[in-house]
């Protein structure tokens, strides 16, 4: 079955600073890969995807992520990161055929951004 | 609605106790999802719905579990008997394209169970 790893629970950083938050999964068959974010107090929103095509991939708010097949990742970078993008970031990964496909999820990495 | 609207936000129950959670996804979606998150992990699957009928429900932990979503829109999530281990926060999400897992959350119901 797939797993997926995020390998930090805590990033912190200093604002204008480049982050980033490492993700590996168990499985190359087959996959699809999401980076969601959960700000405080709020519901989870779809910040970007790989489905095929260029494996880098942008989202919203200035993300980006890289898919590396060879390696099972899907890292989520940004060059300069402000205090508003302080939450929970979330790795997800789509196994499964046509509509019985459903997401595994990664424990998540707590992103504070300080002053 | 314009978004996943979720009733009630926050539900405090003795142990022991029948609670519901109700899950008002976006018009138009026809995949609905409910998960369980608890505090510092990821989303945990319980139950997928295509259309009214459960497609996946296999992450629905013991039969103290069940949901229904019976016109195919609003969906309840059904706890029988609650334990302290419940207390958890219930996500729920909407899906146009379910098979890319694209999904759109609501804020959750936090369940305490004292």
């Known amino acids: 079955a797939q797993s997926v790893t995020q390998l930090d629970s805590q990033v912190p950083v200093f604002e204008e600073a480049p982050v980033e938050l490492r993700c590996n999964y168990s499985?190359?068959?087959?996959?699809?890969l999401f980076w969601y974010v959960q700000y405080p107090n709020q519901g989870l929103q779809l910040l970007l995807k790989?489905?095929?095509?260029s494996t880098l991939v942008k989202g919203i708010n200035g993300f980006e992520a890289e898919f590396n097949k060879s390696q099972t990742s899907f890292h989520l970078r940004k060059p300069s990161v402000h205090i508003s993008d302080t939450a929970e970031y979330f790795c997800?990964?789509?196994?499964?055929?046509?509509?019985?496909?459903?997401?595994?999820w990664g424990l998540g990495t707590s992103l504070a951004v300080n002053p | 609605g314009a978004g996943v609207s979720q009733t009630p936000s926050n539900k405090v129950t003795e142990k022991g106790k029948y609670v519901e959670l109700r899950c008002d996804p976006i018009?138009?979606?026809?995949?609905l999802y409910w998960y369980r998150q608890s505090l510092g992990q990821g989303p945990e699957f319980l139950i997928y719905?295509?259309?009214?009928?459960?497609?996946?429900d296999s992450g629905l932990p013991n039969d103290r579990f069940f949901a229904v979503r019976p016109e195919g829109s609003v969906s309840t999530l059904k706890i029988q008997r609650t334990e302290r281990g419940d207390s958890a926060v219930y996500l729920c999400?909407?899906?146009?394209?379910?098979?890319?897992?694209?999904?759109?959350f609501g804020e959750g119901s936090r369940l305490t169970v004292l």
């Open positions: 999400a909407s899906s146009l394209y379910p098979g890319v897992g694209e999904l759109f």
């Open positions: 018009s138009g979606h026809t995949a």
């Open positions: 719905f295509q259309g009214t009928g459960a497609a996946d």
């Open positions: 499985s190359s068959v087959s996959v699809y």
């Open positions: 790989y489905l095929s095509g």
């Open positions: 997800a990964v789509s196994e499964g055929t046509g509509n019985n496909r459903k997401l595994i």
